[in-house]
């Protein structure tokens, strides 16, 4: 039987600004599961996106810019949660667990004891699953994985047989699950034609590999450091991040000036050469906008082509475990930039916000 001590290592967010609000702690009590819930011993944790606009207030509606990573004057704390919410501080944050089921509240989880697991991140009311508005987020809504040990529902629990280390198995969660439910949204199949912006990133990347592995034709774009790195990944062609004229980029890699999917992470000053490349009758789906979330729409667009816009946050039940499926069958495959040590993870976040990574960065409790 394992041990628990008392307490353990844990980075808390304190407040919401710059890096200075995250507090690493040697001394953070280590959470007690209730009866529908496991205790999970980390192995390691992956950074996305959610943790940085969170830790900045982006969400905030007073917030109109590109993500820097650094603190934002227009953000207010009652809004600043990505459901347009306060959040209850401190709260450990990091969503992307990877580890071992230490032990259980109750009966519910005794199975899962001594398995190695990942967790889904969305948080359900499991009497309504489908209800959205009762969603959290692993690591916003409940305290999360930047730490020794952390706890959750038994039933957001997967068991995961695979050869890979915890550090590559920690890159999935968030990046491809998002990626997964965009690609549902936009109903992408075999024939499809997807353009993938800021495809270097880690829904970029894991869009490129989920995409392919429909059938569909995938054309990355991302800066020119990081070309060579995203070709690798096996896009039918890449893109500069930014081609003034995004049409004649297309037609010279690929032979056509359109597509039948834009899948987007990126929005900003690019969005409307994205809408204007889509076929008629085309979808447009998105996850994030780290360029800028304001765009100009012109709605004649929108219903003269008959497109489709959808956007994809919350996702449903049954994805996460068609993931662990695709890990488990060599489907798809990580992609791990880095990894850093707990006690380092403000150096592990300037590098993520940096971006001159592919793919997803780590924490792993060493």
């Known amino acids: 039987m394992t041990e628990i001590p008392k307490t353990m290592r844990a980075v808390l967010l304190t407040g919401h600004g710059g890096l200075d609000v995250l507090a690493y702690r040697e001394d953070w009590p280590v959470p007690e599961p209730d009866a529908q819930e496991v205790l999970i011993a980390v192995g390691a944790c992956g950074l996305n996106n959610t943790d940085v606009n969170t830790r900045t207030g982006w969400y905030s509606k007073g917030v109109s810019e590109a993500t820097t990573g650094g603190a934002l004057e227009e953000a207010a704390a009652e809004d ?19 580890g071992r089921v230490v032990a259980a509240g109750g009966p519910a989880g005794a199975g899962l004891v001594g398995k190695r697991v990942l967790v889904d991140t969305w948080l359900r009311d499991w009497e309504n699953p489908l209800d959205l508005d009762t969603c959290g987020y692993f690591g916003s809504e409940a305290d999360g994985g930047f730490a020794e040990y952390t706890k959750v529902d038994a039933r957001n629990v997967h068991p995961v047989e695979s050869d890979l280390s915890d550090s590559e198995l920690a890159t999935f969660a968030t990046s491809y699950v998002t990626a997964e439910n965009m690609l549902n949204r936009a109903q992408v199949a075999a024939g499809d034609s997807v353009l993938i912006p800021g495809a270097s990133g880690g829904v970029g990347s894991a869009l490129i590999q989920l995409a392919k592995r429909r059938g569909a034709r995938t054309i990355a774009m991302c800066g020119d450091s990081k070309a060579e790195a995203v070709a690798a990944i096996g896009p039918d062609a890449v893109l500069p991040r930014a081609p003034e004229d995004l049409k004649a980029a297309l ?36 996850s994030g906008a780290i360029a800028g979330p304001i765009v100009p729409l012109d709605l004649r667009t929108l219903y003269l082509k008959d497109l489709t816009f959808t956007g994809a946050t919350i996702v449903p039940p049954g994805v996460f475990a068609d993931l662990v499926g695709y890990i488990e069958r060599g489907e798809i495959r990580p992609l791990l930039a880095a990894t850093y040590p707990l006690k380092d993870l403000v150096t592990a976040q300037e590098a993520f916000i940096a971006k001159r990574h592919v793919g997803n960065i780590v924490v792993t409790m060493d």
């Open 80 to 98: 600043a949660g990505w459901g347009g919410s306060g959040l209850k501080l401190p709260r450990i944050q990091g969503a992307d667990v990877c």
């Open 251 to 286: 037609r010279d890699a690929i032979g056509q000036e359109r597509v039948t999917v834009v899948a987007d992470v990126v929005g900003g000053d690019l969005w409307p050469r994205l809408i204007d490349v889509l076929v008629r009758g085309g979808r447009y789906t998105v």
